[in-house]
């Protein structure tokens, strides 16, 4: 299994950047899907979750309305769609895959730096 995030970027207060996550290696369906982020001198935490038929998504309290899980099981590809970025959702985002536990936590992606200057 092969999990390749990309969209980071630099961006200011109040943008917005939408991570992809490409699946490879697994039948993407039968997977839960989310994201995670760990913040220097942090531990990884929860960002985002969505069930294999995207009919349940779950968020963490700080990004819930701001943020959009999203997944494209013909293009094997998650997304995260995040809108009013703060300076505190500066960290490294890792996509993650799981095919039984939800939030998912079996494989993870590589990373993809998210940084927002205020």
């Known amino acids: 299994v092969q999990l390749q995030a990309s969209g980071g970027g630099l961006v200011q207060a109040g943008d917005s950047l939408r991570l992809s996550c490409a699946a490879s290696?697994?039948?993407?369906?039968?997977?839960?899907m989310g994201w995670y982020r760990q913040a220097p001198g942090k531990e990884r935490e929860f960002v985002a979750a969505?069930?294999?038929?995207?009919?349940?998504?779950t968020y963490a309290d700080s990004v819930k309305g701001r943020f959009t899980i999203s997944r494209d099981n013909a293009k094997n590809t998650v997304y995260l769609q995040m809108n009013s970025l703060k300076p505190e959702d500066t960290a490294v985002y890792y996509c993650?895959?799981?095919?039984?536990?939800?939030?998912?936590?079996?494989?993870w992606g590589q990373g993809t730096q998210v940084t927002v200057s205020s």
């Open positions: 993650a895959a799981d095919e039984s536990i939800l939030p998912p936590q079996a494989y």
């Open positions: 290696g697994l039948t993407f369906s039968n997977y839960y």
């Open positions: 969505i069930t294999k038929r995207a009919s349940g998504k």
